[in-house]
Structure formats: structure tokens, C-alpha cells
């Protein structure tokens, strides 16, 4: 369907040259949405699956030890997005101090896009509602780094930016002048808070990230911090107990279309189109973790009755493993620390643990050795493997 821009253009100047600027008009979309049966089908698929998720989060003995990776895999999908190389096995690599397989800045840039998920999730769980406070704090964790100074980190832009080409005037999208940009937000936090009436959640956080990613209210880090907004929106609104979807894993796989949907909302109103593709994105995302969370926790338990037969080094053993799960690539020395024993015997328990094939030692050193709980990395990387 299309319908008028949901926006207006302004026209500005940047060294002389003239150039138009999109403004977003405030949500909800006026006209309304139009759903036809199909969309609604597609929203009710997509709420099941997050409700297969959230009872997933809610029954597993390990959920608390899937969370950490779950946050890491979607923080590498968003960063991929943007161009990083980073796997999952780097950043968890980076995260111990060992050198990941790409440039360091790569694994530290996911590194950070993860400390701002859980700057987010704090400060939420603290009692600060979702706003554009929030979001600021969480910019400045993204943005802490020495390239990131320009950036501005945790303030709102007060310059124009443009996404594509070498300047507004021949750019493929102008966001709204830095002017503008104030009452955007505004209007923005009070749609995010339910105000002037309450929207349904998974509609809001389809609505709020195109509207976010329209607005562009930051120098740099919009994208990742609009991806992270979905999940932090789902939370903060109780769809989800935890932070256990990984929504850039359909957006990175469909990485052209995700772009091309967004523009056809700024160009012409084509909120269906966006909406259709989003709840795709979501049910996919949410089936797909309740799978991998599914499939770790039978591979855990499988592995734990092997460790089982190990006898009286067993139950030592038994806790290694445990660490491994929330850490599946770790050094020795982070094993002694997170299961309080000895290095005596965490190393003996990671001998027994490499003899029965459920670590590999990545290091072949005398100190400082790094392990790999291999199948465990292997489950949840499966399916960031893939075409960019």
C-alpha cells in the first residue's frame, strides 16, 4: 500500500549547496495501519514464538548461562550489520585477553555494543523507564573509545548527518536537521512510554526502530543502538524476562531487503510492507533461539552424564563444565576464579575433560593455556556462519 510520506521534507544548505531533509511526522502512522488478515496472522505467529522463547528463559536450568551468549551472538549479528568481521569465538576470545582471528578493533567494537546491552538492561531493572536517557548512557558505551570522541558519545547530534554518499546534497537519505531533532525525540519518548495511549508491544518495537533509525539522533552507533532497542523494548514492556532474542540475525541475513523496507516507510508511508518483514524477523529470531537453547541444553546434559563416569574427579569436573557454559572460551586461570578451586584442580578436571572429548585446548603453551568448550561455541555460531 502507499500512502502520503509519513513526514515532511525541509530544505537546508551544507557549504552552499541546498539539500532536502526528512522529518518524520509522530506515532502512530496517520492514516493507520491497514491489517489485513495475513498481517495479523503474521503478528500472532510471531507472539507465539516469543512466548515459546520467554517460557524457555523461564524453564531451563541454564537460562542465567545461555543469556550470556545469547547477548554476545546478537551483539555480533548487529555489528556484522555494520560491517565488523568479528565472530563469536573473537569476541569471546578478546574478552579474555587473547587475540581474536580479526583486527582487535573489530572484537572490541562488539565488545562495547555488548556493554551497552547490559548498561541498558541495568539501568532498566533499576527503574528507569525506556527513554532517551537511557539510550544516551548506552550511546556512551558504544561510543568509548578514542575513534569515538568525535562521535559525541552520549549526547544527541547538534550537526546534520546523511546516510549514503559524500554529503547531504547527494545523499540516499537525509535524516531530519539537528534543530528538528529535539521535538522528534520528544514525541518519540512519549509514543516508547504509551503516551497518549497505549500501543501493542510488538507493534511498538517494530514502529519505534524504524522511527529511531529515521531520526538518526546520534553521530554515529544509530543502527546497533536501534537493534538493541528492539530486544530492550521487548523486556522493559514484560513480552520477555530476559534479553534472549537475537533479531539481527534475520536483518543480517536479509540484510538489502531490511534496508530497502525501512527507505519505502520514509518514502511512501509503506508501513505494512515493514511490518510484514518485521514480524518475520521476529518470529524467526525467536523459533531459532528457542532451538539453539534446546539444543545446548541436550548437548550440556549428554556431556554432563559422560562427566558422570569420571568417577571421584567427577564432581570437579562437573563444575568446570558448569563455568564453561557461561564462558565457553576461557584460560585456566578465569576457571580457578569462577569456580573458586584450586588451579591444581582445574587443570587436572580439564585434562579429564579434553581426555573425554568435551574441551579442546585452542593454546599449545605452558601458561596461560586457553580452552574451548568446542561443540558448546560451535551450536551457537552455527548459524552466524553464513553470506553476509
Known amino acids: 500500500m502507499h500512502r502520503p510520506s509519513p513526514g515532511h521534507y525541509v530544505t537546508a544548505t551544507s557549504a552552499g549547496e541546498p539539500f532536502r531533509a526528512f522529518v518524520p511526522a509522530p506515532l502512530p502512522p496517520d492514516p493507520p495501519v491497514e491489517w489485513s488478515a495475513a498481517l495479523r496472522r503474521r503478528f500472532d505467529a510471531a507472539l507465539l514464538a516469543l512466548g515459546r522463547l520467554d517460557a524457555v528463559t523461564a524453564l531451563l536450568p541454564n537460562a542465567a548461562l545461555l543469556l ?17 568481521q568479528s565472530s563469536l569465538a573473537d569476541l569471546l576470545l578478546y574478552e579474555i585477553d587473547e587475540q581474536p582471528g580479526v583486527p582487535v578493533e573489530d572484537a572490541r567494537e562488539v565488545s562495547r555494543c555488548v556493554a551497552a546491552l547490559e548498561r541498558g538492561l541495568q539501568r532498566l531493572r533499576g527503574g528507569l523507564p525506556l527513554c532517551m536517557r537511557l539510550l544516551c548512557e548506552m550511546h556512551e558505551v558504544l561510543m568509548s573509545h578514542p575513534g569515538g570522541r568525535s562521535k559525541t558519545p552520549g549526547e ?11 554529503r547531504p546534497g547527494n545523499a540516499a537519505f537525509v535524516p531530519p536537521p ?25 507493534l511498538k ?20 543502538l536501534g537493534r538493541l532497542l ?5 523486556v522493559a514492556d514484560g513480552v ?10 534475520f536483518f543480517n541475513r536479509h540484510r538489502a531487503l531490511y534496508y530497502e523496507l525501512l527507505n519505502g516507510v520514509r518514502l511512501h508511508g509503506d508501513w505494512e510492507r515493514w511490518l510484514d518483514f518485521f514480524a518475520e524477523g521476529i518470529e524467526a529470531s525467536a523459533t531459532q533461539g528457542v532451538a539453539t537453547a534446546t539444543a545446548l541444553l541436550a548437548l550440556v546434559n549428554a556431556d554432563r552424564v559422560r562427566i558422570a563416569g569420571l568417577g571421584r574427579a567427577a564432581t570437579s569436573a562437573l563444575e ?16 580457578v576464579k569462577a569456580t573458586r578451586l584450586t588451579p591444581a584442580t582445574v587443570n587436572k578436571s580439564l585434562a579429564h575433560l579434553t581426555r573425554i572429548g568435551i574441551v579442546s585446548e585452542l593454546t599449545n603453551r605452558q601458561r596461560g593455556r586457553v580452552f574451548s568448550y568446542r561443540e558448546y ?11 553476509g
Open 178 to 202: 539537528s534543530e528538528a531533532v529535539p521535538e522528534c525525540l520528544a514525541a518519540f519518548e512519549r509514543f516508547l512510554n504509551d503516551a497518549p495511549e497505549p500501543a501493542p508491544p510488538l
Open 68 to 84: 550470556y551468549s545469547f547477548v554476545r551472538k546478537e551483539a555480533v549479528l548487529s555489528s556484522q550489520i555494520e560491517g565488523t
Open 240 to 249: 520477555l524476562r530476559e534479553p534472549m532474542l537475537y533479531p539481527s540475525l
Open 377 to 387: 561455541v560451535g551450536q551457537l555460531a552455527s548459524e552466524l556462519e553464513m553470506p
Open 320 to 335: 568446570v563444565h558448569q563455568a564453561l557454559q557461561r564462558q565457553p572460551i576461557a584460560t585456566s586461570a578465569a576457571l
Open 156 to 166: 544527541v547530534r547538534r550537526s546534520q548527518v546523511w546516510l549514503g554518499g559524500t
Open 205 to 224: 518495537a517494530a514502529l519505534c526502530h524504524v522511527q529511531f533509525e529515521t531520526i538518526h539522533p546520534f553521530l554515529d552507533g544509530n543502527g546497533r
Open 230 to 234: 528492539i530486544v530492550l523494548q521487548l
